[in-house]
């Protein structure tokens, strides 16, 4: 069994932080929404096995689409 957030593998970081941006758009009662998530955070850092080491770099990246209707 892995420890998800700990120094084993995977060893992923508990901490992520990014920027979020979006726009949306009313037309009458229906309104669309589009929302874009870049983390800044490399979320699993670099592990070494024995000898060999291993640079990942993974961030996360979010696309969000919102269609809502007005009562």
């Known amino acids: 069994m892995t420890d998800t957030f700990g120094k084993t593998k995977p060893g992923l ?5 990014g920027l979020s941006g979006g726009l949306g758009v009313g037309f009458k009662k229906l309104a669309l929404v589009v929302n874009y998530e870049l983390g800044l955070t490399n979320i699993a850092p670099a ?5 060999t ?3 990942r770099n993974y961030k996360n990246r979010n696309l969000s689409i919102t269609i809502g209707y007005r009562l």
């Open 53 to 55: 080491s291993s640079s």
């Open 47 to 51: 592990i070494e096995e024995g000898t």
């Open 13 to 17: 970081s508990r901490t992520d932080y």
